[in-house]
């Protein structure tokens, strides 16, 4: 049986300055949570600016 | 920075973006999320991977993935648009991001030293130091030195 090799190939869509599209669905993500765990020690973190 | 850019899709606070990074591993879904911290002039920025975790049973952003999609240069210009982006919304604001890993806080100090010029057009930039524990403080940036993260800061018209 001759065997069939397929091949999708998907164009990287890039651009030196693109237009940003707005999507209220992303607000779902607004506090989603991090692997490493690092957001919730950043939460603690005190921040001393000097300016 | 003068790379080509992924098209980015954000809230309208400009607070999440969303891009898809294209290379020879595949496509993956990446998430940029300023959020709020103690201090109300200081937002954190996360950045990773959006992925499902069926043991949580919810999505999650994998901040420690390493994903040699060949595309890393095109994904931080990226991720440095999402600053542009969020800072034009919000000037008063003080951008504090650092790596999951030492090496990632090393890779993102050799993009800022890289384009260091272009970027101080625009920004104030600072190495944050850990002191005590949890407190953060800033100090002139100098690409000689290690920093724990770092501060960025849209300059005073």
């Known amino acids: 049986m001759k065997s069939v090799k397929k091949t999708i190939k998907t164009k990287r869509l890039t651009t030196k300055d693109s237009k940003v599209i707005i999507d209220s669905s992303l607000n779902n993500l607004k506090n989603i949570e991090f692997q490493s765990g690092k957001q919730d020690e950043i939460n603690k973190i005190e921040f001393k600016l000097s300016f | ?157």
Do not use: C, W
Not at chain 2, 18 to 40: D, I, L
Not at chain 2, 56 to 62: A, F, G, H, L, P
Not at chain 2, 126 to 147: L, Q, V
């Open chain 2, 1 to 157: 920075m003068n790379y080509k850019k992924y098209a980015l899709i954000k809230n309208e606070l400009s607070t999440v973006f969303n891009f898809v990074s294209v290379g020879h591993k595949g496509n993956f879904r990446k998430v940029v999320v300023y959020s709020p911290t103690t201090n109300s002039n200081v937002y954190n920025l996360g950045f990773g991977d959006l992925k499902y975790d069926l043991s949580k049973k919810k999505y999650i952003i994998d901040d420690q993935i390493i994903n040699d999609n060949g595309d890393i240069r095109i994904v931080l210009a990226t991720v440095v648009k999402t600053v542009y982006e969020f800072t034009s919304v919000n000037p008063q604001i003080t951008i504090f991001f650092r790596g999951s890993d030492a090496r990632r806080t090393n890779t993102y100090k050799r993009a800022i030293m890289l384009n260091l010029e272009e970027l101080s057009e625009t920004f104030d930039i600072f190495g944050a130091r850990m002191i005590d524990n949890n407190k953060i403080i800033d100090e002139p940036f100098d690409y000689k030195k290690d920093y724990d993260g770092f501060l960025i800061k849209r300059k005073r018209i």
